[in-house]
């Protein structure tokens, strides 16, 4: 079964700084997605960015990118120019490629952004 | 924009009582799950639709239910609620296929409360 794990419970930066959220899984599937989502106090959870295991290139949405190290299963995104609206729960996610489209979450990494 | 809403934002049952928590999407999404939330443990999937009147079970469906209707609406039915099923549910729905990717639109959440 594959695991996602999130280390750091809680993470903050200052406004305007860059900060990392970190993600490791274990799977022995080899083309799959990975997933980062938002989820802001007291409002729905949203999609901040996806990356297909199948391609190299790291992906980017605006200014949040991801790295992407598929050999050590790892899946971290980097938040530039925090903003104080970034402040929230977020969970990195996988989904496999085959059969239904289950998501495997991690613990959730609160992110504190500090004025 | 898909929208997917939870018929309560708050509840609060009685050990025992059976218990009832809907979900509507309103973007003709095959696919509807079930996550409960809690914290350090990140989003767990209790059940999963891929059409009507069809159901997987997840990770954590002991003491759960579903029911899928009508396409727009998945049902999560708590037969005897007990005081660890105090948590949060989450509600989402994407498009269907297999292998292609479609992202998971969340609901608002309903933190149910058992006493």
Known sequence: AQTVTQS?????????????????????????????????????????????????????????SVNFQKAAKSFSLKISDSQLGDAAMYFCAYRGIQG???LVFGQGTRLTINP | DVKV?????????????????????????????????????????????YDVKMKEKGDIPEGYSVSREKKERFSLILESAST????MYL???????DTAYNEQFFGPGTRLTVL
Request: aromatic share 12%; glycine share 2%; net charge negative.
């Open chain 2, 5 to 49: 809403t939870q018929s309560s934002r708050y509840l609060v049952k009685r050990t025992g009582e059976k218990v009832f928590l809907e979900c509507v999407q309103d973007m003709d999404h095959e696919n509807m799950f079930w996550y409960r939330q809690d914290p350090g443990l990140g989003l767990r999937l209790i059940y999963f639709s």
């Open chain 1, 8 to 64: 750091q419970p809680e993470m903050s930066v200052q406004e305007a700084e860059t900060v990392t959220l970190s993600c490791t899984y274990d799977t022995s599937e080899s083309d799959y997605y990975l997933f980062w989502y938002k989820q802001p106090p007291s409002r729905q959870m949203i999609l901040v960015i996806r990356q297909e295991a199948y391609k190299q290139q790291n992906a980017t949405e605006n200014r949040f």
């Open chain 2, 84 to 87: 660890n099923q105090t948590s």
């Open chain 2, 91 to 97: 509600c989402a729905s994407s498009l269907t296929s």
């Open chain 1, 100 to 102: 239904a489209q289950k």
